[in-house]
């Protein structure tokens, strides 16, 4: 696509390519080694084929050799190197790719986290964002636990937890996702053959990550993930294409609430239609009515269904709407639905017979595609004798009551005429009046004036003196006459009012019942503000609603800060607040509804700044942070690092005192002093110095395969372990895990804080145990005493830097031991969490990456 602009001098025109932005295609799965890569790599081949440019810029193969012949034939960009921590790492080259340009680029492994310091970006999906920005193609893979919003959940279901994560929003952005699908017994049999891991992984991951349950669970999250993203582009592409019919692409079920007490029926009955097809849906909406209909609503009623229709699964909606019948099907048309469920009439015979066709009929009538059910309860026809309130005056009322006006009078005069002399005057006259009011209420005050114009001119007519002529002979026939029309006009006009006064005050009802909705919303936490933006649009029946920093358009007029519609700019604009407009496109509406539009907008704009609020506290609490610990690392050098000095200043001074004369014995002991307290005074300033390299991000690693039966004695052998002459610490099945991707002296001292904090807690006669296991590509090392344990509230502050919660001995160390021990473990890519110990006391989970020559060229 190309832009023609004119120079300077306005003569020669230049033409200036305008960059297409790359297509993002994601193939996704549920687990690992259902074939992601190899897909990719096979959907690279099919596009080389038909002559694209193609390059592989970050592939993994994981050593499986059917993934690395695939590689084959295509262009592999170099890896850029980045030493970090005393090892050399490959990377995508962000720089060379983009100076390279190829129509296509594969990128694996979405979720990585860069090497520090090496990449400009931390997370990969960011590099693929400038790629896709440069106008490349890329295809790339992601496993359904790499989610942000699926995260937590995988890792409850797994029992490992997920670091690296990509945001949902980004992943939606996609023009293409794939689902990379496999059966559960399918990847496990596929592990089995050794197509996933190395054979000595195996055995543990079945065991583990790839149980059966696992593996169901994944596939489950993967497909609703991906169907929730199907549902959302095709709600998209019946908007933009302006597709109002019913696609039956699943069953939703939506349910017509009243606040009546029939709403517990509805719901369960349809949540039983919903549930009887796989993936079924429910939706309940009350209609926020402004119609005299709405005197029966219960709020408290319509709290307790709500709560119902969610403890069910479903969701419950709010809508306005001046007509019931048409904003039902209005919302069950904008949200797809298959079948609506509805009430019986409350009304009573006498009642439908004066007031006609229900909203039910007329739901029927309307509802084309959708399929109405109609629910017998025990409260059908036993509703009020008539409605508190008349309804809003439709356009067939409007038309119907000036036809009445002129029309009922005549009728009434042949009725009369035809059993004449059976009334007097004053009686025919009463029922004319009856009449005028009867037309009143079907249209308004000005049907009722024109009945009053015909009824009297029919009355002098054919009932006063001379009968036959528009004269009146009689001076009290023309004071009654003129009684008559000035009482029926009066009487319409009362009428009239308080139908308009009526509705008004129905209006006012259904804003409240909006506004109460809106803040019960926010009161259970619904109030991000996605959340509102979604209850806004179904609220108001709009198209979308969007939140921006600047209104849309240049050549709208502004009106209180709302902006009007235009040809250039259809969009209606509402203020939300400083630098936050609400932008709403759909149907036009009405000023009495922008007035509840208004308190919407001022909600959203309470959430924007909340959001900015709560950003500048996210901002200020590192800092507080900072305070915090410098305020206690002075409190322990004043106590802590004092005593060591202390100790040893006091036995060099004596060995140096010249009027004491010590023997050899006093001398070696007063060494031996001068010694320890020294020693115990460099651990103090080594962990210092640890933990302050962690903050700043400067520790140094030197990551390799290790045995973990070759670290741990050294750890026991660096403790003065008390000598109890039984055992102390309890060393099993170290052999049976794999070797371990870590750095060896920062795993020592690991083990030594961890054992150490467990001996000091531990009763003298029960041994504190060791233990080790393989999970998926992890190990888990367990070090458990039989101590008094720590209290689930309080086990977070134990990792506290200068915290020495439940030590029964304050005056040795820093309180530093957990603080670094975590610290370490997660620089190594670790994890640190405490437990309890089945019996009593406190087990530290300590989970570590098992080395594999994939791995270890990797971060």
């Known amino acids: 696509m190309n832009v023609t602009t004119t120079d300077e001098t306005g003569l020669q025109p230049v033409t200036e390519p305008v960059l297409r932005p790359g297509r993002l295609k994601v193939f996704l799965g549920a687990a690992p080694g259902v074939g992601k890569t190899y897909r990719m790599l096979d959907e690279a081949h099919r ?13 993994e193969c994981h050593r499986r050799r059917h993934t690395e012949a695939k590689l084959h034939g ?40 860069n090497v520090p310091g090496g990449s400009l970006h931390l997370k990969r999906w960011q590099d693929v964002e400038d790629i896709l920005a440069a106008g490349i193609d890329v295809v790339t893979t992601l496993n359904i636990q790499h989610l942000e919003s699926l995260s937590d959940v995988v890792g409850k279901i797994t029992g490992v937890p997920q670091r ?134 219960s709020h408290a009623a319509l709290a307790a269904q709500r709560a119902l229709v969610e403890d069910l699964g479903g969701s419950y909606h709010s809508v306005v709407g001046d007509e019931i019948p048409t904003a039902l099907v209005d919302f069950a048309t904008a949200e797809n639905a298959t079948q609506l469920v509805l009430g019986t009439s409350r009304r009573r015979r006498l009642e439908r017979f004066l007031t006609g066709r229900g909203i039910g009929e007329t739901v029927v009538a309307l509802s084309e595609d959708i399929d109405v059910h109609m629910v017998t309860h025990e409260r059908a026809g036993h509703g009020r004798l008539l409605p508190s309130r008349r309804r809003t005056l439709p356009t067939s009322r409007l038309i119907a009551g000036p036809v009445a006006g ?141 939140l921006t920093s600047e209104p849309p358009g240049t050549g709208a007029a502004t009106d209180g800060g709302r902006r009007t519609r235009t040809e250039a700019d259809p969009a209606l604009v509402v203020a939300a607040g400083s630098g936050a407009f609400l932008v709403l496109r759909g149907r036009a509406l009405p000023s009495s509804e922008r007035r509840v539009l208004a308190a919407f907008a001022a909600h959203v704009g309470a959430a924007v700044e909340r959001a900015r609020l709560a950003e500048a506290v996210a901002e200020v609490e590192p800092i507080k942070a900072a305070d915090r610990l410098r305020t206690a690392l002075l409190r322990a050098v004043s106590h802590d690092l004092r005593t060591p000095l202390a100790g040893a200043l006091a036995s060099v001074s004596s060995l140096r005192a010249p009027d004491v004369d010590f023997s050899e014995e006093d001398r070696a002991e007063l060494l031996e002093s001068a010694e320890t307290s020294l020693n115990r005074l460099n651990r103090l300033v080594e962990n210092l110095l640890d933990l302050s390299r962690l903050q700043a991000g400067a520790l140094t690693l030197e990551l390799r ?66 233990t080790a296991s393989a999970l998926a590509d992890r190990v888990e090392v367990r070090i458990a005493d039989r101590g008094p344990g720590i209290a689930a509230v309080d086990r977070e502050r134990a990792f506290e830097a200068f915290q020495r919660l439940g030590d029964r001995d304050n005056t040795a160390g820093l309180g530093l031991g957990l603080a670094l021990a975590r610290g370490l473990t997660e620089a190594m890519d670790g994890t640190l969490t405490p437990e309890d110990t089945p019996g009593g006391g406190l087990t530290m989970v300590l989970s570590l990456p098992v080395a594999t020559d994939a791995a270890a060229g990797r971060p």
């Not at 596009?47 to 592939?59: I, K």
């Not at 890896?79 to 694996?108: F, N």
């Open 705 to 770: 395969a290790t045995a973990l039966e070759e670290v741990l004695p050294a750890a026991l052998e660096s403790l003065e372990l008390p000598s109890t002459g039984g055992t102390v610490v309890d060393v099993q099945n170290l052999e049976a895990v794999p070797a371990l991707r870590v750095d060896p002296p920062l795993l020592e001292r690991v083990l030594a804080n961890l054992v150490g904090n467990a001996v000091r807690h531990a009763p003298a006669d029960r041994p504190v145990l060791v």
């Open 47 to 59: 596009r080389a084929a038909r002559g694209a440019d193609v390059v592989a810029g970050f592939v």
């Open 406 to 546: 002129v029309v009922l009078p005549v009728l009434l005069t042949l009725a009369l005429d035809r059993i004449r002399g059976t009334f007097n005057l004053t009686s025919e006259a009463l029922l004319f009046l009856v009449t005028v009011v009867g037309v009143a209420c079907i249209g308004g005050v000005a049907s009722a004036l024109i009945a009053a114009l015909t009824a009297a001119l029919l009355l002098n007519y054919w009932f006063m003196p001379p009968i036959g002529e528009f004269t009146m002979s009689d001076p009290d026939s023309v004071l009654a006459l003129v009684v008559f029309a000035v009482v029926a006009a009066t009487v319409a006009a009362a009428a009239d009012r308080s139908l308009r006064l009526s509705r008004r005050a129905a209006r006012a009802t259904a804003e409240a019942e909006t506004m109460s909705a809106l803040a019960g919303s926010i009161v259970r936490g619904d109030q991000a503000i996605p959340a509102l933006l979604e209850r806004t649009r179904e609220t108001f029946g709009m198209d979308t609603v969007d």
């Open 164 to 297: 690296e994560t990509v945001p949902d929003e980004f992943v939606r952005r996609a023009d293409e996702i794939e689902l990379v699908d496999i059966p559960p017994e399918g990847l496990r049999r596929r592990m089995a053959h050794g197509n996933i891991y190395p054979p000595e992984r195996i055995d543990a991951s079945l065991a583990n990550y790839f149980r059966p349950g696992n593996l169901i669970a994944l596939r489950e999250l993967a497909l609703l993930w991906l169907a929730g993203q199907v549902d959302e582009a095709l709600h998209k592409y019946r908007i933009e294409h302006g597709i109002g019919d019913v696609w039956e692409t699943r069953e939703r079920v939506v349910v017509a609430l009243t606040g009546g007490p029939e709403g517990e029926t509805l719901i369960r009955r349809a949540a039983r239609i919903a549930g009887r097809s796989a993936g079924g849906e429910l939706l309940a909406v009350h209609i926020a009515r402004s119609d005299g209909l709405a005197a029966g609503v």
């Open 74 to 113: 295509l262009e592999v960009l170099p890896l850029a190197e980045h030493d970090y921590r005393g090892g050399t790492y490959g990377e995508l080259d962000r720089e060379a790719l983009l100076s390279r340009r190829p129509q296509l680029v594969l990128i694996d492994e979405l979720a990585h986290t």
